[in-house]
Each structure stands twice: as structure tokens, then as C-alpha cells.
């Protein structure tokens, strides 16, 4: 492979690792036209996409698929062979199998794949969402595709949005040591504040203790007083008792 193609297929993988968590071994998701393709033009797809990508690669189909394929027959028989021979990775469609466009679509959703496909339309719907990765056969050759222009915007905006906020803080910085800006202080948490007593003076007194307005020396001076009254005696019953 010649340097000048290494170096754009390189440059391509670093911008998905960068900005879409692409890793190795890079999984390759292949459909039934790739395939014919590669078949038609009597290459290896093994083979190619190892040597193209020059690191760890992981070739992966689904069983949507190989489904597809088989029912397409005759003219994808050869296809249908070779598509088989790839790691059939679980997609969810199993036992209600749906077409391979669409199960593609769904594998990208959640997960990072390079998508191997001659589909255009395919490719087309794709190329709008962010983050997807392509690979294609130009004649012999594998091609993976520089990064459409919903992924480069994608990745624009979020650089903007981190700048804003870095160029935000910085500015705030500045403030503070300036003394423009007032330093944040920790916030006090507030006391639970219990049921206050009552004014002494909003509250009336009770009648009882108004009629009743006594001292303790009065009280012991009018017993005192009770215990030494002398009980005076009728003069006939005293004189009954002297004639006793």
C-alpha cells in the first residue's frame, strides 16, 4: 500500500478514536454487496482490510445479513459463501430478522463499527449521523471514508462549547484575583429554630390568682389565731357541771 493512502487511512482512524472512542481491534461490520464486490473483483476481503488498516481488526456480520443473502438466491451464492465464513456478531433481530440496511443501522446505534458496504443508500443515511465510520471497495482497493460532514460538525460545536466554557472560567479567575469579583463563600446551613416562649407581657393572668392574693405569713398568723380560739361555755351548763 502506497504511504500517501496509509497516512489518510490513518488520519481518519485517529479522528474517530479521538472524538468517537474508536478502538483496537477496530470491528468491521461487512454486509452480502461488500462481499460482492470483493468476489467480482477476486480479492480477499481477510486479507485487504488486515494489510489496509496495518493494526488490529475484528471482521464481524450479522445474521440479518446472511439472511438476506440467502434469500436473494442464485446471483449472491458466491457472496452468501464468504459472508458466511465472518463472526456472526448477536443483533437483537433473532428469530424476527429484518433487512440487513436496517440492522446495520441499529448494530451502529449503541456501538463503534466500521460499516463495510457498496450500499448507497446506506451509506447516504449513514453519512448524516455523527460518529459513523465507512469503508468501501473502489475497484480492488479498500477505502475508508474521511469523516462526513455531520461528524466534522459535531466535533466543531463540542470544541466551541469547551472553549466558551475554559475561556468562562479563566475570565472569572481573573475577576477574583483582581478583586473584581467577590470570592465564593461556603454557605452556612441554617439553624433549626425551635418554638420561641411566650411574651411574658401578651399573656393574662388567671382570675384564681387575682381573687386569691395571699402571703404565706398572713395564712400561718390566721391559723395560729384558729387554734387558740377559746369556746365559751353556756352559764346553765356550767352550773349543771358545778352541781356535779
Given at each position: 500500500?502506497?504511504?500517501s ?6 488520519k481518519t ?10 478502538r483496537?481491534?477496530?470491528?468491521v ?15 480477499g476481503?481477510?486479507e ?13 456480520t ?5 439472511l ?16 458466511k ?17 436496517e ?7 449503541d ?9 448507497r ?8 449521523i455523527?460518529?459513523?465510520?465507512l ?7 479498500p ?17 466551541k462549547?469547551l472553549m466558551?466554557?475554559k475561556?468562562?472560567?479563566?475570565i472569572?479567575y481573573m475577576k477574583e484575583k483582581q ?5 465564593e ?12 416562649n411566650p ?5 393574662k393572668?388567671?382570675?384564681k ?6 402571703l ?8 395560729t389565731k ?5 369556746v ?13
Amino acid at each position: 500500500m502506497k504511504i500517501s493512502r496509509f497516512k489518510k487511512s490513518h488520519k481518519t482512524l485517529v479522528f474517530f478514536a479521538t472524538n468517537f472512542d474508536y478502538r483496537e481491534p477496530y470491528q468491521v461490520l461487512i454486509d452480502a454487496t461488500f462481499c460482492q464486490a470483493a468476489l467480482q473483483q477476486k480479492i480477499g476481503i481477510d486479507e485487504q482490510i488486515k494489510k489496509y488498516f496495518q493494526c488490529g481488526v475484528k471482521l464481524l456480520t450479522t445474521q440479518c445479513v446472511i439472511l438476506e443473502a440467502e434469500s436473494l438466491g442464485a446471483p449472491l451464492t458466491g457472496a452468501t459463501s464468504i459472508v458466511k465464513r465472518f463472526h456472526v456478531h448477536k443483533c437483537g433481530h433473532e428469530g424476527k430478522p429484518v433487512p440487513a440496511s436496517e440492522c446495520i443501522k441499529s448494530m451502529t446505534k449503541d456501538n463503534r463499527y466500521v460499516v463495510a458496504s457498496q450500499d448507497r443508500l446506506l451509506q447516504e443515511s449513514l453519512r448524516k449521523i455523527p460518529g459513523r465510520c465507512l469503508l468501501y471497495l473502489h475497484k480492488a482497493t479498500p477505502v475508508l471514508e474521511a469523516p462526513s460532514k455531520a461528524s466534522k460538525k459535531w466535533v466543531l460545536r463540542r470544541a466551541k462549547n469547551l472553549m466558551l466554557g475554559k475561556q468562562v472560567e479563566k475570565i472569572d479567575y481573573m475577576k477574583e484575583k483582581q478583586g473584581l469579583k467577590p470570592a465564593e463563600t461556603a454557605v452556612k446551613p441554617k439553624k433549626h429554630k425551635g418554638p420561641k416562649n411566650p411574651n411574658p407581657l401578651s399573656c393574662k393572668k388567671s382570675k384564681k390568682d387575682k381573687a386569691k392574693p395571699q402571703l404565706k405569713g398572713v395564712e400561718q398568723t390566721a391559723i395560729t389565731k384558729a387554734k387558740r380560739k377559746r369556746v365559751k361555755i353556756p352559764a346553765h351548763v356550767k352550773a349543771a357541771l358545778g352541781k356535779d
